[in-house]
């Protein structure tokens, strides 16, 4: 399921890494976005709307809607469809609207 041509974008696939979602080891390509990666590995409901528990998915693409916010590295509110992925990446399914964190 991974996106290889397209008539309008470019992709440069990096080299291999690993990466973690919720807890489990998934492969993607270094400089992808988390969310192809997620896409490849046969994931399609990044999270669940915060009001009425819908399912969302892989919408966008730009960085524009809300349906890809994940918790990457302990950050919540990432957008995964223009964030890259990296080796070692955490990256979990966030429930509701995420928790803020304080700088302290």
């Known amino acids: 399921m991974r996106v290889t041509e397209h008539p309008v974008l470019t992709f ?7 990466f973690y979602f919720d807890g489990q080891a998934l492969a993607g390509y270094e400089g992808e976005t988390v969310a192809a990666a997620l896409h490849a590995a046969g994931i399609r409901v990044l999270r ?4 009425d528990h819908r399912p969302r998915g892989f919408y966008c ?3 524009q809607c809300s349906s890809c916010l994940m918790v990457v590295n302990g950050e919540p509110n990432v957008r995964v469809c223009v964030e890259p992925l990296r080796e070692g990446m955490q990256v979990e399914t966030q429930v509701g ?3 803020i964190r304080w700088a302290k």
């Open 61 to 63: 693409a730009i960085g």
């Open 12 to 18: 440069q696939r990096g080299r291999p890494v690993t």
């Open 48 to 51: 669940h709307s915060p009001k």
């Open 97 to 99: 609207k995420g928790e």
